[in-house]
């Protein structure tokens, strides 16, 4: 069996994954898929598809509800205990703090439901302990065996990028693949291996075994009996892959996207008038202009313009509208229809328990994961027993103030979906509702919300004087609190 070979669960969830990836990512990548993500009309020639796409709106309510979840998981501190405060600045081997760490992390179980964290030793004499984080994408195989009446992991293959400068020229670098595959060898000793592809000779393209990034690491001198991968899912911390938890929101987001190029395609045709002509001779040319006449000596001969109605594009249009209410009840975590009579405290609290629980299981998966990784950190680092039993990490829980109602919440997050309303403004309002931690500015958290999401852009800065629903939506504020009670048509 080759190296690269991969899990059955893998090859059932990989198509999952790449599509939350994608529509996470948003317009460009979707489009870049073509027809894997809007099937071509029939008879549509190449060009023709093209301009199809083109027309199309994609819709960025996935990427918008990831980040709102975000915000909502880090609007306040996480708690920490660890004996080793510095080592906290530098977590990962490309410089990543703990704050960062713990984003990227919770990024990647919402987006996919699915990472893992290695906790390797650089090859320095100080044997500097870190964390590496893998996508699902690149956990391409697994396996496990039982110990003492315990399955733990056995073996995990990792699909990993190097460079290597181009022969014959020094100033390109070729990206190559190999596999970074973690073994415990008679079934208590760690291994790590590395397999590549020889470049020439009788074996060339073939995987094999690079000697020199053999290794057996150790911690304190001695070797360790087991492998320091940590899996994470959405709900759990087993090897088992999950459904995605945003696969239903990311289902209907690709749904509205190729209604809307139906839609867009029947505009663009009503928009559109096409001549016709009975009579003419068919081997003339006829120009259409002010200046132009066509004339013919047939008596019977006429001319007119077709033209569609569109009458049919208004069912198109209702059904984009309920695709976006149902994302923005999905994103918000809304699962019913608020309810408009005043409800016991404990009554909406229970309710709402509820409609949170998916993002509070990542929350609590993610944090249980974390903890785990530093104290693999801490004793690689020489903690004593007393320390590690010391170690906690937890992110937040509470991601919004009670007084918050949720019709108000699952609307801000509508607003922000549709682009009503900016990130600004969508932060100025979790901000006013207690829902960004104390002493945090909007563009404190901008920059954290951009930093994790690779550089994508953010709105302009927000004022004090900011509305805090634009266009169609208004807030309407408490008169004796002065917090917002609720959101109205404008």
Wanted: charged share 25%.
């Amino acid at each position: 069996m080759p190296v690269d070979s991969q899990h059955s669960q893998y090859k059932k969830r990989i198509t999952q994954w790449v599509r939350c990836r994608d529509v996470i990512e948003g317009s460009d990548a979707v489009k870049e898929r073509k027809t894997v993500y809007l099937p071509a009309l029939s008879g549509q020639e190449p060009t023709e598809y093209d301009a199809y796409m083109m027309r199309a709106l994609f819709y960025g309510a996935s990427q918008r509800t990831v980040q709102g979840l975000l915000g909502a998981t880090f609007r306040k501190d996480y708690n920490v205990e660890y004996p080793f405060e510095e080592q906290l600045d530098n977590i990962t081997s490309d410089g990543l703090n703990l704050e960062q760490f713990s984003r990227v992390i919770v990024r990647e179980a919402l987006t996919t439901g699915r990472l893992g964290i290695l906790v390797d030793a650089d090859s320095t004499a100080l044997l500097r302990p870190y964390a590496a984080i893998y996508s699902a994408e690149n956990i391409v195989n697994w396996n496990t065996t039982k110990r003492e009446g315990q399955f733990i992991l056995s073996l995990v293959v990792l699909k990993e990028t190097y460079s290597e400068q181009k022969e014959g020229d020094a100033f390109v670098l070729e990206e190559k693949t190999q596999y970074r595959v973690l073994s415990l060898e008679r079934g208590t000793r760690y291994k790590q291996e590395v397999y590549r592809k020889h470049q020439q000779g009788t074996h060339a393209d073939q995987w094999a075994v690079d000697p020199r990034f053999t290794v057996y690491p150790t911690r304190s001198g001695v070797p360790l009996d087991f492998i320091p991968f940590q899996f994470v899912n959405s709900t759990d911390l087993t090897v088992a892959a999950q459904k995605p938890p945003l696969m239903d929101l990311v289902e209907t987001n690709l749904s509205h996207y190729r209604s809307s190029a139906d839609l867009e395609h029947g505009a663009h045709f009503t928009a559109l008038p096409t001549p016709w002509l009975a009579g003419f001779n068919p081997d003339s040319t006829f120009k259409i202009g002010s200046g132009v006449a066509w004339v013919t000596e047939e008596l019977q001969a006429k001319a007119g313009m077709l033209e569609y109605t569109g009458q049919g594009l208004e069912a198109l249009e209702k059904r984009l509208d309920k695709k976006e209410q149902m994302m923005a009840i999905l994103g918000a975590r809304i699962l019913e229809e608020p309810k408009r009579s005043v409800e016991a405290t404990d009554t909406h609290r229970l309710r709402r328990s509820g409609e949170t629980g998916a993002l509070s299981a990542i929350v609590g998966t993610c944090s249980n994961a974390i903890e785990n990784v530093l104290t693999w950190i801490a004793q690689w680092s020489g903690a004593t027993d007393a320390q590690l039993e010391d170690i906690e990490f937890d992110l937040n829980n509470d991601f919004y103030d009670i007084e918050m109602e949720p019709q108000m919440l699952e609307k801000l997050m509508g607003a922000l979906q549709t682009g009503s309303i900016s990130q600004d403004t969508f932060l100025w309002n979790l901000k006013v509702g207690e829902v960004l931690p104390p002493g945090r500015t909007i563009d404190e958290e901008k920059d954290l919300i951009n930093s994790e999401s690779g550089g994508l852009e953010t709105p302009t800065e927000a004022t004090d004087n900011v509305t805090p629903i634009r266009r169609s939506l208004n807030v309407v504020y408490d008169e004796k609190t002065g917090r917002p009670s609720r959101i109205e048509e404008a």
